[in-house]
């Protein structure tokens, strides 16, 4: 393979090194940049419904500061958190039936931010309609709340899925919003690195047989330390691969994953339990070099807790990040966004270049006007199907 160039025939010494950059068209999500205005065509989760009481709550979304609350008619509000009359922030508000009042002088918001009352105002404020905190619209489904954060006259009908629309009896939805998934624990919610470097992992299933399953121990199940075959395919609304194993006892299986436009990652059970995929996960960027997992998961009713065949992560030593790294370690340590000029690409990141070529399309699609993949506008468009999920040959079951 050819060396990278650099200034003077070092031999590879690592004096001289070129400036390291990485593409910030697909990584940064502030306002105005192309990713981000890519990213504010859709609805994103910024919270667990059940932890959104009256209790207001700083939230960092897509690199905006927010205040997240639920008031008394049980409306929940996603506002700008510097009051619009002299911009102290709402987080030392209260909460009422009716909206969110400003510590301050106490002026009143309602969750899409008219101004209902400014009780230091003649008359309780005259002119208060003239006032309107900025607002995001909201909206709760599947155990989450959502928020649209993008061009008002662009906003899509919320995505519905189809393997949440039909519940068995004896099943529930149970919805997370922490680093479980991104090889963290539930105690910890935000992994501090760009959320691209989660969303891509999705398209790499070669890092399973080997930090997975023999780097760090046996993670998930034996059978993963299987090299696996894998084809990877574009789909309407972002790209899979399948991937094929010979067990050793001589069943086959294929393992289909799908990484969806704008971050949503589907990974079918990391047992290998055969049948569709069961959760989706969305890696929502908290900002540029932070990001945050939420997952929802059909359970059974009575289903207690997760089991994970690691200690938590928050308990383990350095020493033992070290001995067993996970998907936390090894993504973390790509670096807060990580250095693309300095990567040598090779055959089994085929599903990684796929992504990022298929996610700069659809950036420059918004770029242009349109509208991306999976912004759906008619609501009877508007259920997504789940066509991920292990799958086990039948006649290798069979025989
Ligand atoms: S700063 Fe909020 S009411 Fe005055
Ligand atoms: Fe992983």
Redesign the pocket.
């Known amino acids: 393979m050819q060396q990278a160039t650099r200034k003077g025939d070092t031999g590879g010494n690592a004096y001289g090194r070129e400036p390291l950059t990485y593409d910030a068209d697909i990584t940064e999500v502030g306002p105005g940049t192309p990713c981000g205005e890519f990213m504010r065509r859709y609805w994103h989760p910024v919270a667990v419904s059940a932890k959104v009481t009256s209790r207001p709550q700083n939230v960092r979304i897509l690199g905006e500061d927010l205040i997240l609350f639920r008031d008394g008619k049980n409306r929940v509000g996603l506002l700008y958190p510097r ?6 922030t ?1 987080y030392y508000g209260k909460v009422d039936e009716n909206g969110i009042r ?6 009143q918001f309602d969750v899409e931010g008219h101004c209902i009352d ?1 009780p230091c105002e003649p008359g309780g404020g005259e002119h208060k309609s003239r006032v309107r905190q900025p607002w995001y619209p909201v909206q709760e489904l599947y155990g989450l709340v959502w928020a649209y954060m993008g061009p008002p006259d662009k906003q899509p009908v919320l995505p519905r899925w189809d393997v949440f629309e039909a519940l068995q009896p004896g099943e529930k939805i149970l919805a997370t919003g922490s680093s479980f998934g991104a090889g963290g624990d539930d105690t910890v919610e935000i992994v501090p690195c760009n959320w691209l470097q989660d969303w891509e992992n999705i398209m790499d299933p070669f890092h399973i047989p080997i930090l997975h399953t023999t780097f760090s121990g046996v993670q998930f199940v034996p059978e993963m330390g299987i090299m696996p075959e894998v084809v990877w395919d574009p789909v309407d609304l972002g790209m899979r691969y399948s991937a094929y194993r010979k067990l050793d006892d001589g069943r086959e299986m294929d393992r289909v994953t799908l990484a969806l436009f704008p971050h949503v990652r589907i990974v079918p059970d990391i047992r290998l339990s055969g049948g569709p995929a069961k959760g989706i996960g969305w890696v929502v960027p908290v900002d540029d070099t932070h990001f945050r997992l939420f997952h929802t998961t059909r359970v059974p009713a009575d289903f207690k807790g997760r089991v994970s065949t690691r200690r938590p992560w928050s308990d383990m030593t350095e020493e033992e990040h070290q001995n067993e790294p996970g998907d936390w370690e090894a993504q973390v340590g790509q670096g807060p966004v990580s250095f693309h000029s300095e990567e040598n690409l090779a055959t089994s990141d085929r599903g990684v270049v796929m992504l990022r070529r298929a996610l700069r399309r659809q950036i420059e699609i918004v770029k242009q006007g349109g509208d991306p993949a999976g912004v759906v506008f008619d609501p009877a468009k508007a259920v997504f199907k789940v066509e991920a999920g292990n799958f086990y040959r039948e006649a290798s079951v069979t025989t």
Request: overall charge positive; glycine content about 14%.
């Open positions: 009051c619009a009359h002299r911009g102290t709402l400003c510590c301050y002088h106490g002026w400014q």
